[in-house]
């Protein structure tokens, strides 16, 4: 779209951030003249879109004529249009195509702008004419089910994201002081926040869910005409059906929880009410329960404790939608991105574990039955996690419980598998990563009858053994080598046990098998060296699973600890051990660089013939035997970098930033191919990447 000149000088287009209050109070003005198209958007939506660089606004003069709102998905490579607004009186003159082409010149390194618009409200002439294309329709949630069609404007990339595009829908159950607040029931507060769920640019993010106790909530209202009112809404939405008896199990175990944890909140039959919602979204396998009940929200970390479940407001689920998306999508039940699944031991069923998991001398049949049962009713929130393989055989058990700082793990079982001990050392790891988000400091593993893999696998990943078990420390410190030591004695002395005291002297090696032993340590004023490697978007979804794949990765791929990437043979000062950084690179000439994703150690370089390095580490990478030969230089050699227990970031630490803490730091910063940085720059790196959000 083309605009006149004088336009063009006359309107400014700026990012505007929480910051700066008159500019965002402006926007805010502007799109309440407009709620009835736009929907309801509330002040503090706008202004988390904008602390999170999603608001563009248009100026003439100091006169506030047009924004556009936008988010930018952590994990989808595109940018999604929630309101493209321009004041009815300044239309016509171009604004809309100044905010997208502004949009377009700074968010250009991702594949496309996503938009969706009622189609009842005549504007598919304005979307063609800013370049848009209509890629499919779907019905709003509002009571004359409209239909929202979807425009895509494409940014001119190669379309290396294409599963990660994915709609995948974030799905959340309501309880009924929502649902009655999406018919109209109830104080106005209270139907519009409810409301807020159906606006038009949340429709492809969020499906509203129900479950059996809503159904027994509208029976119990006693007006026939209000009961026949709210009963006619539920069409529209989605129904889920969990297991009863599950749901009875895990509604006792929370109603345990909140005799223990909250003996002041009688145990009536309004609490069991409100704890069957939980139940019964644990069950159907969902994560988020939207309720306005106070009383629901103050057992939300109960609901989260026991039964993973996050019981948030309409607000949180209208202001985080992105993050509670990926939170959902991000599941055991798709392990490492494979067709591994996990699933809780439902009660009654440990008996049918035997045949796969029962151990000789005292641990067969009945007695490992039992001894399994007992942890699902002896007071402890065990939690009992059983993975399957692809065909649904059970390959994996292993049953967890907090007490304090320390993750005990009372059983830690593989089955015989062509991969089991591939598995045991991938559940070590998980273990650890599952004890550093719960705040452990310990990983104590006292299952007396552990399978011969998981004990192997114990004793190479720094699990020390002893009369109670296998014990391993987790020391989430990036820092000096005596601080790292001294946090790492304290940890040991609190667990009966002592460690060694580091210093910056120690050799590279001492370092590395520190880091592994102690992980999730860091070490960083140490020889250990550091580098930063980039990698495609195609490798880092088959490596690593981030963008991550709709489709099962290869299952050895997926579980292993250790992976291989193969790069030009020209050397760049690699050497080993050392510990890499893992950058997703532009995938076409020209695309502007991503972000840093994750870090691994680098246990191995290896330069050499193409076809001899494929035979070697086959079963590790994700190149065909064509594509390693590719990489090859004209002295027909290649280079293999195996690395090991890659650590995703909960917070990838995009281009721009890296380049800042690059710059603060006064350090130069080469992107083109495998580099050497200093162990300050991956400090940095690697603190900005588990920034608290």
């Known amino acids: 779209m083309i605009e006149p000149e004088g336009m063009q000088m006359a309107i400014k287009v700026l990012p505007v951030t929480g910051e700066q209050p008159d500019l965002l109070d402006a926007a805010i003005a502007l799109g309440d003249r407009y709620t009835k198209r736009l929907g309801l958007l509330t002040p503090p939506a706008y202004r988390k879109y904008a602390d999170d660089s999603g608001l563009l606004v248009a100026l003439e003069g100091d006169e506030l004529v047009g924004y556009a709102l936008f988010g930018l998905p952590k994990r989808s490579q595109y940018v999604r249009l929630v309101h493209l607004c321009v004041a009815e009186e300044r239309r016509g003159n171009g604004i809309a195509g100044l905010l997208i082409a502004e949009l377009r010149r700074r968010q250009g390194h991702r594949l496309g702008i996503r938009a969706r618009c009622r189609r009842d409200y005549g504007l598919s002439s304005m979307w063609s004419g800013l370049g848009f294309v209509p890629k499919g329709e779907g019905l709003g949630r509002g009571g004359d089910q409209e239909t929202l069609d979807t425009w895509w404007l494409d940014l001119g990339h190669e379309d290396l994201f294409t599963e990660a595009q994915s709609d995948a829908l974030l799905v959340v159950t309501v309880d009924y002081s929502v649902f009655s607040g999406l018919r109209g029931a109830g104080a106005e507060r209270a139907v519009e926040e409810s409301r807020a769920l159906e606006a038009g640019w949340l429709a492809d993010l969020i499906e509203l869910t129900y479950t059996p106790q809503l159904l027994l909530d509208v029976h119990e209202i006693e007006d026939r005409e209000e009961r026949k009112h709210q009963r006619n809404g539920l069409p529209q939405l989605r129904s889920a059906s969990p297991d009863t008896a599950s749901v009875t199990a895990r509604q006792q175990k929370l109603t345990t929880a909140v005799s223990k944890e909250l003996p002041e909140v009688p145990v009536d039959s309004e609490l069991r009410a409100r704890l069957r919602y939980v139940a019964?979204?644990?069950?159907?396998?969902?994560?988020?329960?939207?309720?306005?009940?106070?009383?629901?929200?103050?057992?939300?970390?109960?609901?989260?404790?026991?039964?993973?479940?996050?019981?948030?407001?309409?607000?949180?689920?209208?202001?985080?939608?992105?993050?509670?998306?990926?939170?959902?999508?991000?599941?055991?039940?798709?392990?490492?991105?494979?067709?591994?699944?996990?699933?809780?031991?439902?009660?009654?069923?440990?008996?049918?574990l035997v045949a796969f998991f029962e151990q000789a001398d005292g641990d067969s049949g009945t007695a490992f039955a039992e001894r399994l049962k007992v942890l699902g009713t002896d007071g402890v929130l065990w939690r009992r996690e059983l993975l399957r393989d692809g065909d649904g055989h059970p390959v994996a058990l292993y049953a967890w419980a907090m007490d304090g700082r320390t993750l005990n793990v009372a059983f830690l079982r593989t089955a015989a598998h062509p991969l089991e001990e591939t598995l045991a050392r991938q559940l070590l790891f998980m273990l650890k990563r599952l004890g550093r988000e719960r705040g452990a400091q310990v990983v104590r593993i006292t299952d007396p009858y552990l399978s011969q893999a998981a004990m192997s696998a114990a004793g190479a990943d720094g699990f020390t053994e002893d009369e109670s078990g296998f014990t391993a420390l987790i020391v989430d410190l990036c820092g000096p080598a005596e601080a790292v030591s001294e946090a790492a004695g304290a940890i040991a002395e609190r667990a009966g046990r002592?460690?060694?005291?580091?210093?910056?002297?120690?050799?590279?090696?001492?370092?590395?098998?520190?880091?592994?032993?102690?992980?999730?340590?860091?070490?960083?004023?140490?020889?250990?060296?550091?580098?930063?490697?980039?990698?495609?978007?195609?490798?880092?979804?088959?490596?690593?699973?981030?963008?991550?794949?709709?489709?099962?990765?290869?299952?050895?791929?997926?579980?292993?600890?250790?992976?291989?990437?193969?790069?030009?043979?020209?050397?760049?000062?690699?050497?080993?051990?050392?510990?890499?950084?893992?950058?997703?690179?532009?995938?076409?000439?020209?695309?502007?660089?991503?972000?840093?994703?994750?870090?691994?150690?680098?246990?191995?370089?290896?330069?050499?013939?193409?076809?001899?390095?494929?035979?070697?580490?086959?079963?590790?990478?994700?190149?065909?035997?064509?594509?390693?030969?590719?990489?090859?230089?004209?002295?027909?050699?290649?280079?293999?970098?195996?690395?090991?227990?890659?650590?995703?970031?909960?917070?990838?630490?995009?281009?721009?930033?890296?380049?800042?803490?690059?710059?603060?730091?006064?350090?130069?910063?080469?992107?083109m191919s495998l580099s050497k940085i200093s162990n300050a720059l991956f400090q940095a790196v690697y603190e900005e990447g588990h920034r608290k959000t």
């Not at 991550?548 to 030009?568: K, N, Q, T």
């Not at 950084?581 to 680098?602: E, P």
């Open 498 to 671: 002592t460690t060694p005291r580091l210093s910056a002297q120690v050799s590279p090696e001492i370092a590395s098998v520190a880091e592994r032993v102690w992980w999730p340590a860091k070490l960083v004023d140490t020889a250990l060296p550091s580098f930063i490697a980039p990698v495609q978007p195609r490798w880092s979804t088959e490596l690593f699973n981030v963008p991550a794949m709709l489709v099962p990765r290869d299952e050895v791929i997926g579980i292993s600890r250790e992976h291989v990437y193969y790069r030009s043979a020209g050397r760049r000062g690699e050497s080993v051990p050392g510990r890499i950084l893992w950058y997703v690179s532009g995938g076409t000439a020209g695309q502007q660089g991503k972000m840093v994703i994750g870090c691994s150690r680098l246990d191995e370089v290896l330069v050499g013939d193409p076809d001899t390095l494929f035979s070697r580490f086959e079963h590790l990478g994700v190149y065909g035997r064509a594509e390693v030969r590719a990489k090859a230089e004209p002295a027909g050699k290649v280079m293999a970098l195996r690395f090991s227990d890659t650590e995703i970031f909960p917070v990838q630490v995009t281009h721009s930033r890296l380049t800042a803490l690059a710059k603060g730091l006064g350090l130069p910063l080469s992107l």
């Open 280 to 352: 019964e979204t644990s069950c159907a396998g969902l994560q988020v329960l939207v309720t306005r009940d106070p009383d629901l929200e103050r057992l939300a970390d109960i609901a989260w404790d026991v039964a993973r479940v996050r019981v948030v407001s309409p607000a949180m689920v209208t202001l985080h939608v992105d993050e509670l998306r990926q939170a959902q999508v991000y599941r055991p039940a798709d392990l490492m991105g494979t067709a591994f699944s996990a699933e809780e031991v439902a009660s009654g069923s440990e008996g049918e």
